[in-house]
């Protein structure tokens, strides 16, 4: 997609986390992506020479505090979803079960751990954290993989714990967690060894609010026909969203895209071109196979609109209070989709599929991701119940490509297509 | 109107010749390692057994793995459709359709109509596929053709617990150290069979009548485990192995 310049950035390095002004880079244009995630990942690849701080946190965990803290924060779950999408994962996910690691294990598990002892993968590796955040919100097995990189990191390991949210949000769980994020400011203050700016954690958080409900404006686009964007779209642009979520860059990037976005609607514009049909995706993305993935759908004029994994980076805005933040954004990250029941998640799903207006729903089981695959039978039995739309399930591994089969995924997607087709036909 | 249906599975290739709600002819090969070249070749036998020049073909359509080799063709169905339509032609009245085919099962439901409502195929595991039977017989031998018979005199099915196929055939080397009946290991092998693709059943619904298809279905064995999983009675088509090809015959007319 051509980034149009409104305007909006000439000097990039300046907004990063406000103070990364040695390395600002002039663009021409408004960056795009890449070169937003070239300058993020050399700007925490440097951070041992601009004497920053390098904390690894889970993709769900409160990254907020740290960014308020001039720590740079790194995604090992973004590194293996580039590790995929640059179909490097099989190779490390193997040189991760050499090491004895369970072919069970979730595989950007197995190829962060792998990638760290041999420096591999699409960028050299990870920069060497100072810290590892853990939140527990997505699911357990990011603390037996924390745990195991706070070891042969020899760092420190903060452990936010969040308990499951089955049916709402009780007073014990607010206390609970809210206490935790206290002990989470002593360690950040602790490992940077400087006290704590509260007054920047409130602008990081406006920030973070901000950019969240950017993306939720950029996703919601897609409810109008035709789409201007797909979820392999999202799949794109998310990255920002989880790695710079609270700082200025994201929020530009995200406006910039956003009115991108609002004028292809303006124009009639469909990213598929003569979208017929209407899909949502559920799980993550199967990385090495998007583009394979994107263009199967299209040949057969379908658009995947919306998908219930990029909008979980903006799924819980509603508990977010900019007033109290800190109290807010306990809740907000402890009722994330991962962690709430199935009943719960079914939910979500149905209104999504109202929202975007689907003909149909397609799963990926993903082999990976115990937590998100899980309760997927109910959900489908439950949408099948609801709205009676079909629902596709496609087994397959959002990283290790071992696990996907071509012509037994081709021939489910083209049977689900026949079936949408003549549903719609006989629809009218 | 006569139409053409070919079905390259990841076995056997077959072809059917239907005119005007008759089957005129059906012909079974090996599919080998050219898709292309099977398709051509069943297709020309086919023609040939039943006493047809190519020019009185009206419509082909192809089907199965290797549908989209099948460049003759003038269109391409996915397997599940061409099931769908070969069961419906067989009999108009049926709802669910259990489909073992040399590298994958399913499960389809149909409406009213005969169309498809829903259906589960098997994941990347040949467990409860005819290549799980080609395996166990092999490990037991025995030939698979008499896998039927035997497994109905079985008292006591032996136990198989593993749901993959290597696994599943170290269990039964192990079954046949102890001295189990091989009767009971190849009932045992059946019911295990039955337990997957039942689970599959289950996500799309069994709404009777249920009919079986796929070259697992001439196994006896395997529908009469399914019969008492379920409880219920199964139809074995007719036509089992060329159920898929006489559905893309029918489809091909409808083009
Ligand atoms: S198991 Fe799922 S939620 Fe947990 S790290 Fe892996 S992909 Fe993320």
Known sequence: ?428 | MITVGIDIGSITAKAAIVEDGKILGTKVIFTGYNAEAAGLKVYEEALSEAGFDATAVSKIVSTGYGRNSVKFADRAFTEILAHAAGAHFVNQKVRTIIDIGGQDSKAISLDEAGKVKNFVMNDKCAAGTGRFLEVMARALEVNLDEFGAMSLKSQKPAKISSLCTVFAESEVISLIARGEHRTEIIAGIHESIAARVSAMLARVGVVEPVMITGGVAQNEGVVHALEKKLGLKIEVSPWAQVNGAIGAAVLAATL
């Not at chain 1, 992506?33 to 951070?47: F, Q």
């Not at chain 1, 993935?293 to 658009?303: D, G, P, T, Y």
């Not at chain 1, 997927?376 to 609801?386: A, F, K, N, P, S």
Request: hydrophobic share 40%.
């Open chain 1, 1 to 428: 997609m051509n980034q149009s310049d409104p305007g909006a950035m000439k000097t990039l390095g300046v907004y990063l986390f406000g103070q990364a002004k040695k390395l600002s880079l002039k663009f021409k244009k408004a960056p795009t992506m890449k070169d937003l995630m070239m300058v993020y990942y050399s700007e925490a690849k440097s951070a041992k020479v601009t004497g920053r701080k390098v904390a690894w946190i889970t993709s769900g965990g409160p990254v907020e505090p740290l960014i308020a803290m001039g720590v740079i924060p790194v995604y090992p779950e973004n590194h293996g979803a580039m590790i995929g999408a640059s179909k490097m994962g099989a190779g490390l996910c193997e040189k991760a079960e050499a090491m004895g690691y369970s072919n069970d294990l979730c595989s950007y598990a197995r190829s962060d751990i792998a990638c760290a002892t041999v420096n591999g993968g699409p960028i050299g590796g990870l920069p060497r954290p100072d810290m590892l955040v853990c939140c527990n919100n997505i699911c357990g097995t990011v603390l037996k993989w924390y745990e195991t990189q706070a070891r042969y990191f020899n760092v420190p390991l903060f452990i936010l714990d969040t308990p499951f949210c089955h049916t709402g949000y009780f007073e014990e769980a607010a206390r609970y967690v809210r206490s935790q994020i206290d002990e989470y400011i002593q360690f950040i203050e602790d490992v940077c060894g400087k006290k704590y700016d509260f007054e920047r954690l409130r602008e990081v958080g406006l920030l973070s609010f901000e950019g969240q409900k950017l993306w939720q404006a950029v996703l919601d686009t897609a409810a109008v026909r035709p789409a201007p964007m797909s979820a392999f779209d999202a799949f794109y642009h998310l990255a920002l969203i989880v790695t710079l979520r609270g700082t200025k860059t994201a929020g530009s990037y995200y406006r910039n895209l956003l009115a991108q976005m609002k004028d292809r609607v303006a124009r009639g514009i469909g990213v598929v071109p003569d979208e017929k049909y209407r899909l949502l995706w559920d799980n993550i993305p199967i990385w090495p196979r998007v583009r394979w993935l994107s263009q199967k759908f299209a040949s057969h004029n379908a658009c995947l609109v919306a998908d219930t994994y990029t909008s979980a980076w903006c799924g819980t805005t509603k508990y977010i209070d900019e007033s109290r933040f800190i109290d807010s954004m306990a809740e907000a990250y402890t009722r994330i989709y991962l962690n709430i029941g199935v009943d719960e998640m079914a939910k979500t799903v149905i209104e999504m599929i109202d929202k975007y207006d689907v003909d149909g729903l397609v799963l990926h089981s993903n082999r990976s991701c115990k937590p998100y695959s899980f309760g997927q039978l109910d959900i489908e039995r439950i949408v099948g119940e609801e709205r009676g739309i079909p629902c596709l399930m496609l087994e397959a591994d959002m990283v290790d490509d071992r696990s996907f089969s071509e012509s037994q995924i081709a021939t489910r997607i083209d049977a689900f297509m026949e079936i949408i087709k003549e549903r719609k036909k006989n629809k009218g």
